[in-house]
């Protein structure tokens, strides 16, 4: 009892395997379509978080302006060289502190960098963080008293 014959057999090999050549061809072509897809979804989620970032940083720059602009001043404030008055343009700061300041700096000198202001009593690091792109140290002597940083 035969089912096929030899010619038929010669046949349903053949199209298995054009079959199985097809899906050789479809698997390639899957796996480096995907390869593609995947690349470009990787570079779509790198542009858009450093298009987020840049804006995030935009955002930052321009709020800094904001409160400068708001407390009326141009530029960050140099804490070497401002006075009481100028001192207490900034938030947090009162006559008592502006004072602090001032007597640190004629006692010990120079702030060489704005951190330097925790070495005098009564500012700590949350104070210094509200001033963060308010204020300078410049110890250069050539600036005027009372200016602001360039």
């Given at each position: 009892m035969k089912f096929f014959t030899t010619s038929e057999k010669h046949i349903l090999v053949f199209l298995a395997l054009l079959l199985l050549c097809g899906l050789v061809v479809k698997q390639g072509r899957d796996?480096?379509?995907?390869?593609?897809?995947?690349?470009?979804?990787?570079?779509?989620?790198?542009?858009?978080?450093?298009?987020?970032?840049?804006?995030?940083?935009?955002?930052?720059?321009?709020?800094?302006?904001?409160?400068?602009?708001?407390?009326?001043?141009?530029?960050?404030l140099d804490i070497n060289h401002a006075g009481i008055d100028e001192l207490q343009v900034l938030p947090g700061i009162g006559p008592v502190l502006a004072k602090k300041i001032v007597v640190y700096r004629k006692k010990n000198g120079y702030f060489q960098t704005v951190q330097d202001?925790?070495?005098?009593?009564?500012?700590?690091?949350?104070?210094?963080?509200?001033?963060?792109?308010?204020?300078?140290?410049?110890?250069?002597?050539?600036?005027?008293?009372?200016?602001?940083?360039?």
């Open positions: 796996y480096f379509q995907r390869s593609t897809v995947t690349n470009k979804v990787l570079q779509e989620d790198i542009s858009a978080a450093f298009q987020e970032g840049y804006q995030r940083y935009l955002e930052t720059a321009d709020s800094g302006a904001e409160i400068l602009w708001a407390i009326g001043l141009e530029r960050p202001l925790t070495k005098v009593k009564g500012i700590g690091p949350k104070l210094l963080m509200r001033w963060e792109g308010l204020i300078a140290a410049t110890p250069n002597s050539s600036v005027k008293r009372g200016s602001t940083v360039e």
